[in-house]
């Protein structure tokens, strides 16, 4: 299984991103997409998960500026970002799981600063 993150980069405080995982699964057989971030450092930490169409969970952290959503046909899911801050720097993994095993990317990198 690969999954392939997108869209990091360079923003300013207050600006937004929109991060996309794409993964080489049928929709069909992936039960829940997540995002993770990690700073060097420190421990990979949850940031927001969507289970089936539209159950989605978000860490306190994140809740009411990121949202997570996923492709109704395809092993794809987004995160979108909004209102960043400096803390929300890190390198940003993508996690599938499909039939009770974890699937990883190799993660794309957000930095936020002015």
């Known amino acids: 299984v690969q999954l392939v993150e997108s869209g990091g980069g360079l923003v300013q405080p207050g600006g937004s991103l929109r991060l996309s995982c794409v993964a080489s699964?049928?929709?069909?057989?992936?039960?829940?997409m997540a995002w993770y971030r990690q700073v060097p450092g420190n421990q990979r930490e949850f940031v927001a998960s969507v289970t089936g169409p539209s159950s989605t969970n978000y860490a306190d952290s994140v809740k009411g500026r990121f949202t997570i959503s996923r492709h109704s046909t395809r092993s794809t899911a987004y995160l979108q970002m909004n209102s960043l801050k400096p803390e929300d720097t890190g390198v940003y993994y993508c996690?599938?799981?499909?039939?009770?095993?974890?699937?990883w990317g190799k993660g794309t990198l957000v930095t936020v600063s002015s």
């Open positions: 996690k599938v799981m499909s039939y009770g095993m974890e699937h």
């Open positions: 699964l049928s929709v069909l057989d992936t039960d829940a």
